[in-house]
């Protein structure tokens, strides 16, 4: 019972110079370093990343609490509105330019309405829907790629 209140109380519990806190910190470092040297080391830019981004909430929370009167956790919930606004209005600008190369990407084909181009002769108004399609790639019937995946 004597472990569980050192932990609880977060007081030195092995000896005078070791503390609880050093024993996480070196728990860390362990837990680091065996990610880093496994097959999921992708795993640390997600570590990296939270922690940039809380970096950027600790600043922006400091820069609201010290221009404003705000308290402490009204410019921690400033910072976390902030940047989800920031998140969201990104979101919705490259969701506009998914929305506009749709089409693009189903016929492989820009649609002339979205191109603001010089006004079209009288010889391409009269094509045919086949004639608009411009073939790239050939197409044989005996196609065997030389590289496999």
Request: proline share 3%.
């Amino acid at each position: 019972m004597a472990t569980f209140t050192i932990i609880a109380t977060s007081t030195p519990g092995l000896s005078g110079t070791f503390y609880w806190s050093t024993l996480g910190y070196m728990l860390l470092a362990v837990g680091i370093l065996a990610t880093y040297l496994s097959g999921r080391r992708y795993l640390l830019g997600y570590l990296l990343g939270g922690m940039g981004y809380w970096v950027l909430i600790e600043g922006i929370q400091s820069i609201v609490v010290n221009v404003t009167s705000m308290s402490s956790g009204y410019g921690y919930l400033t910072a976390v509105l902030l940047t989800v606004a920031a998140a969201s209005s990104y979101l919705g600008y490259r969701y506009r330019q998914f929305v506009a190369t749709m089409d693009t990407q189903k016929t492989g084909v820009e649609s002339l309405s979205h191109r603001r181009a010089a006004p079209l002769s009288a010889a391409v108004k009269t094509r045919t829907p086949k004639d608009k399609y411009i073939e790239h790639t050939p197409i044989y019937n005996n196609y065997k790629p030389r590289f496999r995946n």
